[in-house]
């Protein structure tokens, strides 16, 4: 399945050489993308946060479908050889009409792989899903988890204020502590056997969840599942760059290159300059 | 100054039939909407949430600019005798561009109201304005209060979790204390006179803000400060409306009838049903 660039003027590079392409609503994406460069850190990466529009969690199915295909079309155009769907809201909304639009290309989403590691970590288990209100509405989380594994029982809890508890950076503390124990409360759930983090800025809270989530549940962070699945897909593929060179990346942004990169700093674990985003139109 | 409708086919209205037009980033605007409701219970008003891009406060002053200038031009189009511009952060960035384009029609905003108001409940005093990230980097609520007040002091402090807090329902309890409590510490100014609510939703946490603040400080709400603006300005054209019977009400949004319906209600203080809302795009 060879993929060639979209512009016959640029060099015609071989799957290897192109990279992989991460598309996510906003910044919560890179949690996915460090994954992604933590399993596979010789393949060349290019991030799209469509921040101009973020956050899809509250918006329609309507306008989130039509945000992600022009995303996705956005990233083909730079030339890539795999799609990451690293938001889950699009993830649950868009993967399909993404998939049927952008063939041959492979597109991989945050929902399959985190509902395949809950299954895995816990069959016949409980699962709570924890996202954001578009994700929940959807219950892609529920499908996904019980089209494998009927027996399963799967709870969904919409956080918005997880979100902006990670974007403001207090992902530990009392205040944090109190908010995803008020959410863990409204679940309902009080004893699942794990918690999907089905909502890429919620890895930043991890530590908070385990902290106020009971002893012994398992915690499933949907950026390595998906990174994992990549790496599989790759591999399938025989489109894993070979070398020891580490790969590059590129961060591109629709909107607000200064707040990408003071936020987007912490989601992907180490600093960012304004200068080092490209502002892009979709 | 007369104004038609745009719409030639329409029956040609007095400047005192046509509504005020709203406009906001969602539906924070809506408490500006009712104040100037109760002020005004004759006139007609017209509600344009921009639902599809909100959040502003996180956005780049360009984007902002952009996307207010389209949303007045959707009002406009429906035919209004005002524009009220009921987002701190459009105020902030796009007020001067907006009266500019949209001359002769007046256009008020809500950053010089809410300044007005601080400086007369205060004079020479110490204002804390409460926020959203883009509104505090322009600084505008400073230069508002300063160029009326050269002895005032104005201390302004980014709250982008008390959003969150409004929008979730969250408006009081521990939590919500929590919040109020942390960023007035970080404000760094403990004893304010004034503390201007510079975010549409922040009236919904007022209760809250005065359980926190020390006793005494005055908090100034733009919505009812920029309901007063535009009564007086209405008054000033001889274009507020005669007769007794109620003004009627629409509601537009760009995205989300559903979650506008749920969430605007609690800021217009009424309960809001799915078809109450109007979808346009811009």
Redesign the interface.
């Known amino acids: 399945m060879p993929m060639l660039r979209h512009n016959a003027a640029m060099t015609i590079a071989t799957d290897h050489e192109l990279p992989v392409g991460v598309f996510d609503s906003g910044v919560g994406g890179l949690t996915v993308l460090k994954a992604i460069q933590d399993a596979l850190p010789r393949e060349n990466l290019v991030y799209l946060g469509d921040?101009?529009?973020?956050p899809y969690g509250?918006?329609?199915p309507v306008?989130i479908e039509r945000y992600a295909m022009q995303a996705a079309a956005k990233l083909a155009e730079q030339g890539i050889k795999l799609l990451v769907v690293a938001c889950n809201t699009a993830s649950a909304v868009a993967l399909e009409s993404l998939r049927a639009h952008m063939a041959p290309l492979p597109v991989v989403g945050v929902v399959e792989p985190g509902a395949m590691a809950a299954v895995a970590a816990s069959p016949g288990g409980r699962h709570l899903v924890l996202a954001t209100?578009a994700t929940v509405r959807l219950g892609a989380y529920t499908r996904a988890v019980r089209s494998r594994d009927s027996a399963a029982r799967v709870t969904e809890q919409a956080c918005?204020?997880m979100?902006?508890?990670a974007?403001?950076g207090?992902s530990d503390g009392?205040?944090a502590r109190?908010?995803v124990r008020?959410y863990l409360e409204e679940a309902g759930d009080t004893a699942p056997d794990t918690i999907i983090l089905g909502c890429t800025h919620f890895p930043l809270l991890k530590d908070t969840i385990r902290e106020v989530a009971r002893d012994g549940v398992q915690l499933v962070d949907s950026a390595s599942t998906t990174a994992a699945a990549v790496s599989r897909l790759l591999d399938r593929h025989a489109a894993c760059r070979a070398g020891q060179a580490p790969g590059s990346l590129r961060l591109l942004a629709t909107?607000?290159a200064?707040?990408f990169a003071r936020v987007g700093g912490r989601f992907l674990g180490q600093e960012l300059q304004q200068s080092d985003i490209e502002l892009v139109d979709l």
Chains 1, 2 share one sequence.
């Not at 921040?51 to 973020?54: G, H, V």
């Open positions: 921040t101009a529009r973020l509250t918006k329609s306008s209100e918005e204020m979100v902006a508890l974007e403001e207090w009392e205040i109190a908010i008020r909107d607000g200064m707040r």
